[in-house]
């Protein structure tokens, strides 16, 4: 018990640390010294229920615009409009781009799972403008090898530098702070959260309802009760005063 303090409140363990330290001293405590041991659970730190940090708009836009790079610009432009993890973008590969239906193909996504995602028209142009200039070979953004695949590592430092010359470091957000902010934005432009989800290639409806705690434009449409209440009462005065 000791020691499982020890992790959770000096060393600041993680859950899922301190919950597998649990486990190991109770199968020696069962198997080896053949002793009840009950996991003591309420030491385990609770889950954070964070909510994941969103760009806005002008934000957005502010980081594109720091990046003179091409290849990286397009990048940045492309996980924006479509919404994509960042190892998806790394394997997106050539023949993936549906132009004809202005969307792109993931393969093999989180979960193992083949799916549908939105491109924008303008993007696409950018995508042009980019290939002519790389000529790229089957990945749509090839690393430093010809037909080799860019790493999330480095679209991750992309993404780093960009936030530096936005001037935004400071502010907490990284590569999938572009994927929650692709699907705030399409909730605050109405989108169902049914379409998200499947944009997004979220298992279950409830991942994809995280967003609605995040939407501005939502949270702005909210009449707070006690405005509400002034309201009344100054309808009920004006009422009033017209008799």
Same mark, same amino acid.
């Given at each position: ?17 301190? &919950? ?39 934000? *957005? ?21 479509? %919404? ?9 590969? $050539? ?9 792109? =193909?993931?393969?093999? %996504? ?7 995602? $939105?491109?924008?028209?303008? *993007?696409?142009? /950018? ?5 002519? *200039?790389?000529?790229?070979? /089957?990945? #749509? ?10 790493? *999330?590592?480095?679209?991750?430092? $992309? ?5 530096? =010359?936005? %001037? ?18 399409? #909730? ?12 997004? %290639? ?19 449409? $909210? ?15 004006? &009422?009033?005063? #017209? &008799?």
């Amino acid at each position: 018990m000791g020691y499982l303090l020890y992790l959770s409140k000096t060393l600041g363990c993680s859950r899922v640390k301190c &919950k597998m330290a649990a486990q190991a001293i109770s199968f020696f405590m069962r198997h080896v010294a053949k002793r009840p041991y009950v996991i003591p659970t309420v030491i385990y730190p609770r889950p954070a229920a964070t909510l994941p940090a969103v760009m806005s708009v002008q934000e *957005v836009m502010k980081v594109i615009d720091a990046v003179q790079n091409i290849k990286h610009r397009t990048l940045l432009m492309l996980l924006y409009s479509t %919404g994509m993890r960042v190892s998806e973008i790394a394997n997106c590969k $050539i023949v993936d781009i549906d132009s004809a239906n202005m969307r792109i =193909k993931v393969i093999q %996504g989180k979960g193992a799972k083949d799916r549908y995602t $939105i491109m924008s028209q303008q *993007v696409l142009l /950018e995508l042009r403008a980019y290939y002519l *200039v790389y000529k790229p070979k /089957e990945y #749509l953004f090839n690393g430093s090898r010809p037909g080799a695949k860019y790493s *999330v590592r480095t679209i991750q430092h $992309i993404m780093q530098q960009a936030l530096i =010359k936005a %001037g935004l470091e400071n502010r907490h957000y990284s590569i999938h702070t572009i994927r929650h902010s692709f699907a705030t934005h399409l #909730l605050d432009n109405g989108t169902d959260l049914h379409t998200i989800k499947e944009l997004l %290639g979220h298992n279950n409806l409830q991942t994809t309802m995280q967003y609605m705690h995040l939407t501005a434009r939502r949270v702005d449409e $909210i009449l707070n009760p006690y405005d509400a209440l002034l309201l009344a009462k100054d309808n009920n005065i004006l &009422k009033a005063n #017209l &008799k």
